[in-house]
Nanobody, 119 residues
Framework: VQLQASGGGLVQAGGSLRLSCVAS????????MAWFRQAPGKEREFVAL??????SPNYADSVKGRFTISRDSDTMYLQMNSLKSEDTALYYC???????????????WGQGTLVTVSS
């Protein structure tokens, strides 16, 4: 499977963006798909995940109430509202087989899409 992320861009603080991640191969109900992000000079961090079968979401505390993860048949989305300068990062979509906030537990990664929030 290949993952293709898109939707990043430059936005002012308080604005919104929606990221998309298209999976070229089949994603099964047992899969978990997630968004991670990496800011310059920082480690990659968990943002949100969705269980593919149940569509149940889980969020990092830093984005809870502002970001919403969802999916349709072959695409995962991340709606980002009330963006802050600290949300600036390269956002990656990924797929794994277990509920995890750790990047090591995911085996397929997209190329990343850059989100820049100006203050």
């Amino acid at each position: 499977v290949q993952l293709q992320a898109s939707g990043g861009g430059l936005v002012q603080a308080g604005g919104s963006l929606r990221l998309s991640c298209v999976a070229s191969g089949r994603t099964f109900s047992s899969h978990v798909m997630a968004w991670f992000r990496q800011a310059p000079g920082k480690e990659r961090e968990f943002v949100a995940l969705i269980r593919w079968g149940t569509r149940s979401p889980n969020y990092a505390d830093s984005v809870k109430g502002r970001f919403t993860i969802s999916r349709d048949s072959d695409t995962m989305y991340l709606q980002m509202n009330s963006l802050k300068s600290e949300d600036t990062a390269l956002y990656y979509c990924t797929r794994g087989r277990q509920f995890s906030h750790f990047s090591r537990d995911y085996d397929t990664w997209g190329q990343g899409t850059l989100v820049t929030v100006s203050s």
